[in-house]
C-alpha cells in the first residue's frame, strides 16, 4: 500500500499522559499536514511541514502539542499532558510540491478519559 | 466568523432528487478551491475540484464565484450511495505553501 499511513488507528489514553501518533507519508510527498477533527466538523489545520522544515503552525496548537519530522520523511505528533478536550481524530495528509490534491491517512482516533 | 461558511445540514432527500450544496469563503487571496467528500468514520477524499468557469463530473456540477466569495456544488438524480458529508475546501498561500482550510461540512441523507 503507498498511501499514507498512520499509527495507531485508535488510542485510548488517562487524562495527563502523554502520547504520540505517527505518519507515513507517500513517499515523494514533501508536504505534510497535521489536521484534528471532531464529530460534527471539519478537520482543522494544526501543522504543516516542507520537508523537514516546519513552516506555519496554528494557534490552536497549544504548548502541550509539537510535531516534528525530523528527516523529510515520517512525522509526529505528540500531546502531552492529555486533557479531554484533546479527544479527537488526528488527521495527517501530503501532497506533493507542484500539486495540490491533499492525500489523508485513516487517522488516529484519541479517546482521553 | 469561520474563514470557510458551509450550511451544515442535514439534507435529506430523495433518491433522484437534485440538491445543491453552498459555500461561502472569507479570504479574497484564496487561490484554488475543492469539495471533498468524508463517509462516516473515514477519511476525507476529493471529489472534484472547482474553476470559475464551472465544472461538471457526471452527475456533479460544481461553481465558483470569486467576486462574490461563494462555491457550490449540484447533485443531480442523487443515489444511496451519495450520502456522506460534502466538505467545502480552499487553499490559499501560507508561510511556504499552500494552507489548506475544510468548512464544517454538510450532511447529506439519500433516501429510497
Known amino acids: 500500500d503507498t498511501g499514507v499511513s498512520q499509527d495507531p488507528r485508535h488510542k485510548i489514553t488517562k487524562r495527563g499522559q502523554n502520547v504520540t501518533f505517527r505518519c507515513d507519508p507517500i513517499?515523494?510527498?514533501?508536504?505534510l499536514y497535521w489536521y484534528r477533527q471532531t464529530l460534527g466538523q471539519g478537520p482543522e489545520f494544526l501543522t504543516y511541514?516542507?520537508?523537514?522544515?516546519?513552516?506555519?503552525k496554528s494557534r490552536l496548537l497549544s504548548d502541550r502539542f509539537s510535531a516534528e519530522r525530523p528527516k523529510g520523511s515520517f512525522s509526529t505528533l505528540e500531546i502531552q499532558r492529555t486533557e479531554q478536550g484533546d479527544s479527537a481524530m488526528y488527521l495527517c495528509?501530503?501532497?506533493?510540491?507542484?500539486?495540490?490534491?491533499?492525500?489523508f491517512g485513516s487517522g488516529t482516533q484519541l479517546s482521553v478519559l | 466568523r469561520k474563514e470557510v461558511e458551509q450550511d451544515p445540514g442535514p439534507f435529506n432527500v430523495p433518491e433522484g432528487a437534485t440538491v445543491a450544496f453552498n459555500c461561502t469563503y472569507s479570504?479574497?487571496?484564496?487561490?484554488?478551491f475543492f469539495w471533498y467528500r468524508q463517509d462516516c468514520r473515514k477519511e476525507p477524499k476529493l471529489l472534484m475540484s472547482?474553476?470559475?468557469s464551472g465544472n461538471e463530473d457526471g452527475r456533479f456540477t460544481a461553481q465558483l464565484n470569486r467576486a462574490s466569495q461563494y462555491i457550490s456544488l449540484l447533485i443531480r438524480d442523487s443515489k444511496l450511495s451519495d450520502s456522506a458529508t460534502y466538505l467545502c475546501?480552499?487553499?490559499?498561500?501560507?508561510?511556504?505553501?499552500?494552507?489548506?482550510?475544510f468548512g464544517a461540512g454538510t450532511r447529506l441523507f439519500v433516501k429510497a
Open positions: 472547482v474553476y470559475s
Open positions: 511541514f516542507q520537508n523537514e522544515a516546519q513552516l506555519e
Open positions: 475546501v480552499v487553499n490559499r498561500g501560507g508561510t511556504g505553501g499552500f494552507k489548506t482550510i
Open positions: 479570504n479574497s487571496a484564496s487561490q484554488s
Open positions: 495528509a501530503s501532497r506533493p510540491s507542484l500539486n495540490e490534491k491533499l492525500f
Open positions: 513517499s515523494e510527498h514533501n508536504r
